[in-house]
């Protein structure tokens, strides 16, 4: 089955810096990678998803990038406020597998005023 | 309505109480999920519910028990738990069992086992 590694586990930058979070995946059939933030005894919220078809995929200051062959995909996030201080769960899932999303194991973002 | 709506928020409950969680969606999405949450770790999938079958059943006890009654609502039917099973149980909906989509999390419901 499809099995997700995330790096790093906890990641601590100062405001205004850029954050960078990674994840590979195993299975070559995976298509969809979604990634959520979930804020401490708050619920995950899809924040940017990426499709197999696309390399990359921008909304205001979150990015995300996919590369297919070496089965890895990252998070960006610029000019980094303390709002989004919170765990980042990155995920993905393959066609047909009713949309069973397999979750990586988190990173704890804290960004520093 | 953009949300999922779990009941209750928390629960305490003993080894020998029967309970059950409730889930509902009203965004006409076919798909229903329950994960079970532990402290500082990923959500971990254990059913899954397609055009309201159950479609996913990833090996978990029978003490869990999942009920589909419509699209719109996902119940989870709890029996005989043991301590190890308090987590922050998760339902999540997405549009289509098929294909690949976003869930929409509920803010899931906290469970003390004693």
């Known amino acids: 089955g499809e099995n997700v590694e995330q790096h790093p586990s906890t990641l601590s930058v100062q405001e205004g810096d850029s954050a960078v979070i990674k994840c590979t995946y195993s299975?070559?059939?995976?298509?969809?990678f979604p990634w959520y933030k979930q804020e401490l005894g708050k619920r995950p919220q899809l924040i940017i998803d990426?499709?197999?078809?696309?390399g990359e995929k921008k909304d205001q200051r979150i990015a995300v990038t996919l590369n297919k062959t070496a089965k890895h995909f990252s998070l960006h996030i610029t000019e980094t406020q303390p709002e989004d201080s919170a765990v980042y769960f990155c995920?993905?899932?393959?066609?047909?597998?009713?949309?069973?999303?397999?979750f990586g194991a988190g990173t704890r973002l804290a960004v520093h005023p | 309505d953009t949300e999922v709506t779990q009941t209750p928020k928390h629960l305490v409950m003993g080894m020998t109480n029967k309970k059950s969680l409730k889930c509902e969606q009203h965004m006409g999405h076919r798909a229903m999920y329950w994960y079970k949450q532990k402290a500082k770790k990923p959500p971990e999938l254990m059913f899954v519910y397609s055009y309201e079958k159950l479609s996913i059943n990833e090996s978990v006890p029978s003490r869990f028990s999942p009920e589909c009654p419509n699209s719109s609502l996902l119940n989870l039917h709890l029996h005989a738990l043991q301590p190890e099973d308090s987590a922050l149980y998760l339902c999540?909906?997405?549009?289509?069992?098929?294909?690949?989509?976003?869930?929409?999390f509920g803010s899931g419901t906290r469970l003390t086992v004693v």
């Open positions: 990426i499709r197999s078809n696309v």
């Open positions: 299975d070559s059939a995976s298509n969809y």
């Open positions: 999540a909906s997405s549009p289509s069992g098929q294909g690949n989509y976003g869930y929409t």
């Open positions: 995920a993905a899932s393959r066609v047909g597998g009713y949309n069973k999303l397999i």
